[in-house]
């Protein structure tokens, strides 16, 4: 019977392994780390409220990150860059735009059978829009393999990411 009432008491009476009092305890290194980096940004701001002189991150809003290392607080905040865009090869572009395209004609042409099949849904302002969006597709189509590079790349960032 004793043991019985010992499994029945609830979890608030149970042990606590070392582990979770690590991560209930306050005073862990990356907590006062982090506190200390907030302590000194304050305290560098404050300092250059006083003399009137501010300093070019703060000017910014921005504090200056070594790569590989995220900055956990501080008075000016990190700002973070997104990664650079890869773009692929010209070809591939050019393939994924015009698979995106023809998608696109392909089910506009569906709205528009939908459209003139019956006289009740006969919009021709909705169909006038559909008509010059697959013009302007098949204009992309046709222009595909004739147009600049930073065209191609406004495309596939439009049509296919």
Avoid at 90 to 96: G, L, R, S, Y
Avoid at 144 to 154: A, I, Y
């Amino acid at each position: 019977m004793d043991q019985q009432n010992q499994h029945t008491e609830g979890p608030s009476k149970a042990p606590k392994t070392s582990g979770e009092k690590e991560r209930i305890r306050p005073e862990s290194p990356k907590l006062r780390e982090t506190s200390r980096e907030f302590v000194e940004g304050v305290t560098e701001v404050v300092e250059s409220v006083e003399t009137g002189e501010i300093p070019e991150e703060v000017k910014e809003g921005k504090k200056i990150v070594p790569p590989g290392k995220v900055s956990t607080g501080g008075a000016a905040g990190a700002f973070m860059q997104p990664a650079p865009l890869v773009y692929p090869k010209i070809e591939v572009m050019q393939m994924q735009i015009s698979q995106a395209v023809e998608k696109e004609i392909h089910n506009l042409e569906h709205e528009v059978k939908k459209i003139t099949s019956s006289p009740a849904q006969f919009k021709p302002f909705v169909l006038n829009g559909i008509v010059a969006k697959i013009r302007e597709f098949k204009d992309i189509l046709a222009n595909l393999t004739h147009v600049t590079l930073e065209t191609l790349k406004g495309w596939w960032l439009k049509y296919v990411k």
